[in-house]
């Protein structure tokens, strides 16, 4: 059975940092591309970042996040991770990590998601 | 990026009625390869998405017949042929051709 599983959510302060992780497995990790996609409350969904299969060497970013998150996996942990900085109050969301399907163009099983607030 | 505009957003439904959801897109989805990448993902309160519809029409394993996906090019359509309980929540529509994936604003399900 496929599993994803964040964690690393939590409270910050406007111009804080923060890690969020997505554990994996059920799958053979490495062959498949990942994105992480938010939801505000009560809003609909964004795409935040997405990375290739293998050795993630290709990446992209959503244009609210760019510059300030970085997406990165670790395939001997079965992980992906995103390092958020300079957060805003706009960050504010939950967070879900997202599994592409291996022929590409969709995402197939998603995790739970981690709750990130940003604020004073 | 290609915006996706759903409707309605809100849709009261009959138990054992039908339902409709629309889903446009500000380009073409139609693929340099021929195909066509709309998904449709339903959200049940407090949980996180979980797709229903793949490439227009496929369905997903475990997925009710009574849920159907059609559409071409820009204009595609969600059809819940009778509406059960258990089909409460927010259906998303995503586009898969261009990239970045976009996504609906959503349109949240309610029983009458």
């Known amino acids: 059975e496929v599993q994803l599983v964040e964690s690393g959510g939590g409270l910050v302060q406007p111009g804080g940092s923060l890690r969020l992780s997505c554990a994996a497995s059920?799958?053979?990790?490495?062959?498949?591309?990942l994105s992480w996609v938010r939801q505000a409350p009560g809003k609909g969904l964004e795409f935040v970042s997405a990375?290739?299969?293998?050795?993630?060497?290709?990446?992209s970013y959503g244009k609210s996040v760019q510059g300030r998150f970085t997406i990165s996996r670790d395939n001997s942990k079965n992980t992906l991770y995103l390092d958020m900085g300079s957060l805003r109050v706009e960050d504010t969301a939950v967070y879900y990590c997202?599994?592409?399907?291996?022929?590409?163009?969709?995402?197939?099983?998603w995790g739970q998601g981690t709750l990130v607030t940003v604020s004073s | 990026d290609g915006v996706m505009t759903q409707s309605p957003l809100s849709l009261p439904v009959t138990l054992g009625q039908p339902a409709s959801i629309s889903c446009r897109s500000s380009q073409s989805l139609v693929h340099s390869n021929g195909n066509t990448y709309l998904n449709w993902f339903q959200q049940r309160p407090g949980q996180s998405p979980r797709r229903l519809i793949y490439?227009?029409?496929n369905r997903d394993s475990g997925v009710p017949d009574r849920f159907s996906g059609s559409g071409s090019a820009t204009d595609f359509t969600l059809k819940i042929s009778r509406v059960e309980a258990e089909d409460v929540g927010v259906y998303f529509c995503m586009q898969g051709t261009h990239w970045p994936y976009t996504f609906g604003q959503g349109t949240k399900l309610e029983i009458k």
């Open positions: 997202a599994r592409e399907q291996s022929s590409g163009y969709t995402l197939d099983y």
């Open positions: 990375l290739s299969s293998g050795d993630g060497v290709s990446t």
């Open positions: 490439a227009v029409s």
């Open positions: 059920g799958f053979t990790f490495s062959r498949y591309s």
